[in-house]
């Protein structure tokens, strides 16, 4: 039986106890892809960001997270278990170098942030998977789209990258390009997230099938 490895929602870099670093992710793509991995019998381990999704299955593990550091925690327990890992969370690129204890005070002067990056986890995936398992990106851009996605799956070495333009962000409705590491392109019409998701899926499977 295949086991869906998946991450999603966004993640949350605290700068004080009530301030943080985030995103504008639902967390709804995620949901549906692991809808369509249940419906195919897929066992699934889900890596949640502080989103409101709900997932009652006893086929599908929840891992509850916050900030990418958990997330990434949380991905390398799991990681031997995976068939198909799917990171579909908007993970943070970067983080505070310092949290503050408490609150930061208002003030009329200019507040400057040092930040650092995050650890990439879906390169952390890529480099420690076995050649049984099969892994998917996302991409995310407002511009140049196809270049910069070609670009992650070729330097992440993917298996295949699900490229979404920023108008995907909380919207019931995407059009996606599917870029395969053999140099297959698939687009797809304007379609809902639960329509996507299957494609997502019975591509992973395929992809894992002929691993």
């Given at each position: 039986?295949?086991?869906?490895?998946i991450?999603l929602?966004?993640?949350?870099e605290?700068?004080?106890?009530?301030?943080?670093?985030?995103?504008a992710?639902?967390?709804?793509?995620?949901?549906e892809i692991?809808?369509?991995a249940?419906?195919?019998g897929?066992?699934?381990?889900a890596?949640?960001?502080p989103?409101?999704?709900?997932?009652?299955?006893k086929?599908?593990?929840?891992?509850?997270?916050?900030?990418?550091?958990q997330?990434?925690?949380?991905?390398?327990?799991?990681?031997?278990?995976?068939?198909?890992?799917?990171g579909?969370?908007?993970v943070?690129?970067?983080?505070?170098?310092?949290?503050?204890k408490?609150?930061i005070k208002?003030?009329?002067k200019?507040?400057?942030l040092?930040?650092?990056?995050?650890v990439?986890?879906?390169?952390?995936?890529?480099?420690?998977?076995?050649?049984?398992?099969?892994?998917?990106?996302?991409?995310?851009?407002?511009?140049?789209?196809l270049?910069?996605?070609?670009?992650?799956?070729?330097?992440?070495?993917l298996?295949?990258?699900?490229?979404?333009?920023?108008?995907?962000?909380?919207?019931?409705?995407?059009k996606?390009?599917?870029?395969?590491?053999?140099?297959?392109?698939?687009?797809l019409?304007?379609?809902t997230?639960?329509?996507?998701?299957?494609?997502i899926?019975?591509?992973?499977?395929?992809?894992y099938r002929?691993c």
């Open positions: 039986m295949t086991t869906v490895l991450t929602g966004p993640t949350r605290y700068i004080d106890p009530v301030r943080f670093i985030s995103n992710s639902s967390g709804k793509m995620g949901r692991i809808k369509q249940l419906k195919k897929c066992n699934v381990i890596v949640k960001g989103c409101n999704i709900e997932i009652k299955n086929k599908c593990k929840i891992v509850d997270v916050v900030t990418t550091a997330m990434f925690k949380a991905v390398k327990a799991n990681l031997k278990y995976a068939d198909v890992f799917i579909v969370a908007a943070a690129d970067y983080t505070p170098v310092t949290i503050q408490n609150k208002k003030t009329d200019i507040l400057n040092k930040l650092k990056k995050t990439d986890i879906i390169n952390y995936v890529a480099k420690h998977k076995t050649e049984k398992q099969t892994v998917i990106g996302f991409a995310l851009e407002s511009k140049n789209l270049n910069y996605a070609k670009d992650k799956l070729n330097g992440k070495k298996d295949m990258i699900v490229a979404n333009p920023t108008e995907t962000i909380g919207s019931k409705f995407s996606p390009v599917f870029i395969f590491k053999n140099g297959d392109i698939k687009k019409n304007s379609a997230k639960n329509n996507i998701a299957k494609e899926i019975n591509e992973a499977i395929k992809l002929n």
